[in-house]
C-alpha cells in the first residue's frame, strides 16, 4: 500500500469524495503531519511549531465543525506504532463527526473556513483523511 500525505486534494480527489451517493453522517478520520516549524507564507510567526500553528486552525475549525451540527470526537497525539510500517509516524489523530456529506462541503467552502484555512497550511506538512461510516466494522 503506497501512503502519500497530501495538504490539499486533486481535482479528482474533489470530485470522487462529493460525488459518493451516499450522504449520512460520517466520521473523518484526519491523520496529522506537522511541519517542524510554522510556514507561513509572510514569515509571521515563524517562532511557532507546526503544530501550534495548527492548533489556532484546530480551535477555529472546532467551532466550525460544532455549528452545522458536528463534533470532533477524539484529538490526540501518535505515540507509537504496534502493528504495520510506515517510513514515518504521523504526528496526531483527530476524529471529526459531521451530520452528512453536504454540510461538510458547505464547510470547506465557507468564507469562514478560508478564513482560517493559512494556520492549516502553515502548520500541516501533510495528512490522510480517510471518511467512515458508522456501522458495522469488524
Known amino acids: 500500500m503506497k501512503v502519500e500525505n497530501a495538504v ?3 481535482p479528482e480527489q474533489i470530485a470522487t469524495f462529493f ?3 451516499e450522504d449520512g453522517p460520517f466520521v473523518m478520520v484526519n491523520l496529522l503531519k506537522f511541519h517542524e516549524k510554522a510556514q507561513y507564507p509572510d514569515g509571521s510567526d ?3 511549531s507546526g503544530r501550534e500553528a495548527y492548533a489556532r486552525y484546530g480551535e477555529l475549525v472546532s467551532k ?3 455549528g452545522l451540527g458536528g463534533r470532533i470526537r477524539y484529538s490526540g497525539a501518535v505515540t507509537g506504532l504496534l502493528l504495520g510500517e510506515v517510513e514515518e509516524l504521523w504526528d496526531a489523530v483527530a476524529l471529526a463527526e459531521y451530520p452528512s456529506l453536504a454540510a461538510f462541503q458547505a464547510m470547506a467552502m465557507s468564507p469562514e473556513m478560508h478564513a482560517i484555512e493559512h494556520h492549516r497550511k502553515a502548520g500541516l506538512a501533510g495528512q490522510l483523511n480517510i471518511r467512515t461510516r458508522p456501522g458495522p466494522g469488524f
Request: charged share 10%; proline share 17%; no cysteine.
Open 46 to 48: 515563524s517562532h511557532l
Open 8 to 10: 490539499f486534494p486533486g
Open 19 to 21: 460525488g459518493a451517493p
Open 64 to 66: 466550525l465543525v460544532e
